[in-house]
């Protein structure tokens, strides 16, 4: 891209030249647009932290949660309600923190996507978006005070350059605490640190912790024959509260993450019925632009496990293995 933007430059620049040694009396006017234009196609190639790249399209994000992700009513009405109330905020007290919640395979790395697509036109390629992977980018426990130091330093020197930053914390439950709390600064009520404000920054966590809870309160839902659209919010809250979280076993327990309130939103992911799965496979194949075929649809949608193993009501991996399923088919 880079490479693209210098030579229409040189182009230009050349271009313009040429026009100022016919016409002289016009080299100034010339110049001038010369440079303007200039600017406008090096700024169309080469990203740049405003408005002409990052621009939040609530519409857009609506319709993709709407059309795109399935299953995930109460998630969808959280997200919405999150991002285009921080983003219209012209003056928020803190970064956006959002922590998403659920069963493997529901959804939350796909609608994290959706929100970076719908704020960052390069998408998840944008230089403004940072994923981490807890086991892939912070594996060694023994490397915890690397990690701490250059986590740091990669979130200032990022949101100095961007203030609109964004970080996916993926698989937040295999975070090490001491990781967790060296962030938490960022997350906090600060006008600024060391010069930087955080205060347009977002941040999302993924992690399947409360997942089961979810899961036990959306199968009595369903035992006590009512709709899956009638569970709220509320309903979730209790699966997502402190106690629920108070086990030794993850990073985010031992922190001050909740009780401090730095999370603004916790987001619960339901598990995935056979109908989701089903739709997940023909959104599956409209993304590979193959004609969406119900028959294979159905057929994938079956061969997935689902539990309990009595009523076999939840896919076991959601949505997860799609993908390779189909490849198979087709
Ligand atoms: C921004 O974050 C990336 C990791 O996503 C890191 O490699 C890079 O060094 C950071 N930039 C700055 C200026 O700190």
């Known amino acids: 891209m880079r490479q693209i933007s210098k030579r229409l430059l040189i182009f230009l620049s050349i271009s313009i030249g040429f026009v100022s040694a016919i016409e002289p009396i016009s080299t100034t006017f010339v110049v001038g647009v010369g440079a303007f234009l200039g600017k406008r196609v090096y700024n169309y190639f080469h990203e740049t ?56 395979g529901t959804g939350k790395n796909f609608v994290s996507q959706l929100i970076v697509e719908n704020i960052y036109n390069k998408g998840m390629t944008s230089n403004y978006v940072h994923q981490f992977v807890a086991t892939k980018h912070f594996p060694h426990l023994s490397h915890i005070d690397t990690y701490k130091a250059e986590l740091q330093q990669w979130i200032k020197g990022n949101v100095t350059i961007c203030p609109r930053s964004m970080f996916i914390f993926d698989e937040m439950d295999k975070m090490h605490a001491g990781l967790i709390d060296s962030i938490k600064p960022y997350l906090d ?94 959104a599956e194949m409209e993304a590979r632009e193959l004609t969406p075929n119900v028959e294979i649809a159905e057929q994938v949608a079956t061969e997935m496990t689902y539990f309990p193993k009595e009523e076999k009501v939840f896919s076991v991996k959601g949505c997860k293995t799609i993908g390779s399923k189909l490849d198979y088919y087709i």
Not at 85 to 104: A, D, M, Q
């Open 189 to 282: 009520y600060y006008d600024n640190l060391e010069g930087v404000s955080y205060r347009q920054a977002i941040f999302i966590f993924l992690s399947n912790a409360g997942g089961e809870k979810i899961t036990r309160i959306v199968l009595d839902f369903w035992r006590a024959g009512r709709a899956r659209e009638e569970v709220q919010l509320k309903d979730l809250e209790s699966a997502l509260s402190l106690d629920v979280f108070n086990n030794k076993q993850s990073g985010f327990w031992h922190t001050s993450l909740i009780d401090k309130n730095l999370v603004d939103f916790f987001v619960p992911f339901l598990p995935l019925e056979y109908s989701h799965v089903r739709m997940c496979a023909l």
């Open 49 to 104: 932290c405003d408005d002409s790249w990052i621009v939040y399209n609530s519409t857009s994000l609506e319709i993709d949660l709407k059309r795109k992700l399935f299953g995930q009513h109460v998630a969808s009405r959280v997200i919405m309600k999150a991002v285009t109330g921080f983003i219209n905020n012209k003056n928020p007290k803190k970064p956006l923190v959002l922590s998403l919640h659920g069963w493997t």
